[in-house]
């Protein structure tokens, strides 16, 4: 499902690993708040076999995406919400996988999220919140959008350049230590919201 106002891609049989691997650095690199709904299988070997082989996001695992895996549908359904709102406090994209076949087709009953909690819980794009870590109050200064809008004519930015190579590896470690690592912080903190809301506990 999509949360309206942000972008919340569906893919299936892991056709993204297929049309341009490069496309999963970009994501991280931009500061990307998507979630990539992914139904895993395994890739055409020697033959096509669409059941559940996690060869697409395996493919993925070093590109910098936080990825979660759910055991149902409805963990599934319920970690749409929680990623959504991990990416948009760290600004970094992320997978909410399931498996191909075994959850996508056989488990159709699950409780899909109300309007309301996905208003309380996500809050609404174009929110100004306090930014979470000392690298981005460094960006933004003490507050930011919810969903950072990385193309605005009145605050541009350099996104994307070319670099030479000490200055790209300092961006990698630089990226790693100051947007990844407290991704983990915040999706403990999302899950006990969420299973306070719902009670609904992973």
């Given amino acids: 499902f999509s949360v309206t106002g942000r972008r919340t891609v569906n893919f299936t049989s892991g056709q993204g690993i297929v049309y341009a691997m490069e496309q999963y650095y970009h994501a991280p690199g931009k500061g990307s708040t998507m979630v990539l709904e992914v139904s895993a299988r395994a890739l055409t070997k020697h033959a096509l076999n669409v059941h559940c082989g996690h060869d697409d996001f395996y493919a993925a695992l070093d590109t910098g995406w936080t990825i979660l ?11 749409a919400l929680i990623l959504r709102r991990v990416n948009e406090l760290s600004l970094n994209p992320g997978m909410n996988i399931q498996d191909g076949m075994l959850t996508t087709h056989s488990e159709r009953t699950y409780l899909a ?20 870590t000392a690298a981005q109050r460094e960006l933004f200064g003490p507050r930011r959008r919810r969903v950072p809008a990385m193309i605005d004519l009145r605050n541009p930015l ?39 809301l719902t009670g609904r506990v992973y």
């Fill in 69 to 79: 895996m759910g055991r149902d549908a409805q963990q599934v359904a319920d970690q």
């Fill in 113 to 132: 999220p109300e309007p309301g909690l996905i208003r309380e819980f996500l809050g609404a794009p174009d929110d100004l919140i306090e930014c979470p």
């Fill in 158 to 196: 350099l996104l994307g350049p070319v670099q030479n190579q000490e200055h790209h590896m300092n961006g990698v470690v630089a990226r790693r230590n100051n947007f990844n690592e407290p991704i983990l912080g915040f999706l403990a903190d999302a899950y006990a919201e969420f299973g306070r």
